[in-house]
């Protein structure tokens, strides 16, 4: 048995505004709430074109008060840019708003380049990742290790580590915390993440035993043809993405694939090996193929598509799909 969820990077469509994004948003999580998805979480970026997943809690809250039982979170948190401090203030303040129904996904990237980063901490500052994941937990906790406090009582907001590579997947298993690759973007080292995790875990108050859950791409539709032509979007904003070009997240382009260079098929290829394209059955095909592979606990879905009812079917699809898979 497995979950499925939603990663949302708040992607700007071509002839849409951060005001449609964010309808469209909360559009999606309320059709996901009524076909079984666990949670919903936002990334965190900056300065990037397209994409308007820049004050993450904030459009946290705009979601979870649009909802009434999803888990909101973050997927994640770019702690180098954030004070432990401050990170727990917020997600405390969240938790108290919506109990039981926040989370909170931390990584090590710092979600963006050189002159942004310098802008959004000032004067730059060395952390260790490690460390500041204790500092968080502690606030939470409100456990005394800390010389400060965060904010009063314990707030048992989930903490779960983010990766593409081992150092998370360690951190993870030392900490007892539930781990997330990111296998929609950087499916690379997707098993060996994997596998280091759960040999390396180490049971803690927070974690019994280990908890994976891995990104796919799915873009589902009636039809093959509408189903690859949706994914048209998503596939020329990661090419101009590589090629140096971000922007908002494109129409869809009939036959885009046969119109790129052999270069940029094999960087798309590599970078979307995680993605199931296609009809109901294809979908479930793949999904059902990976489950077995990968034997992740949950499986969390980016679905880039211009259009927010065509994403919002897409999501349902995929859930019909394996149906018979999923947790109650």
């Not at 969240?94 to 129904?101: E, G, Q």
């Not at 904003?237 to 494109?250: E, S």
Request: aromatic share 8%.
């Amino acid at each position: 048995m497995t979950a499925l969820s939603v990663l949302d990077l708040m992607m700007i469509g071509e002839g849409n505004t951060f005001s449609d994004t964010l309808e469209g948003a909360r559009l999606l999580a309320r059709h996901v709430e009524q076909h079984g998805y666990r949670r919903y979480w936002i990334a965190e970026h900056h300065d990037l074109p397209g994409i308007g997943s820049m004050a993450t809690p904030l459009i946290i809250q705009h979601l979870a008060a649009s909802t009434s039982t999803l888990r909101v979170g973050a997927g994640g948190i770019m702690l180098p840019n954030h004070s432990p401090l401050i990170v727990a203030e917020q997600f405390g303040t969240l938790h108290t708003l919506f109990p039981d129904r926040i989370d909170l996904g931390v990584g090590r990237a710092p979600g963006s380049g050189g002159p942004t980063i310098r802008a959004i901490r000032g004067v730059a500052q060395e952390r260790d990742f490690a460390q500041d994941v204790s500092r968080l937990i502690n606030y939470l906790q409100n456990n005394g290790r800390e010389p400060v406090r965060a904010l009063p009582g314990r707030h048992d907001v989930p903490v779960w580590v983010l990766g593409s590579g081992l150092q998370g997947a360690d951190l993870a298993a030392r900490m007892g915390l539930p781990y997330a690759f990111a296998s929609h973007f950087a499916p690379q080292m997707l098993m060996q993440a994997i596998e280091h995790y759960r040999t390396s875990f180490r049971p803690s108050e927070f974690l019994a035993k280990p908890y994976v859950m891995a990104g796919v791409n799915v873009i589902a539709a009636p039809t093959r043809a509408e189903a690859h032509w949706l994914a048209s979007s998503h596939q020329q904003w990661v090419v101009k993405l590589h090629a140096g070009r971000a922007g908002l997240l494109p129409l869809p382009e009939e036959g885009y694939l046969d119109k790129i260079s052999n270069f940029d098929r094999e960087g798309l290829n590599q970078a979307m090996a995680c993605s199931a394209i296609g009809d109901i059955a294809d979908v479930g095909t793949w999904l059902r193929q990976f489950i077995a592979t990968t034997q992740v606990d949950e499986l969390m879905i980016d679905a880039r598509i211009h259009d927010p009812v065509a994403r919002c079917r897409s999501y349902q699809l995929a859930a019909e799909s394996i149906a018979d898979l999923l947790n109650d």
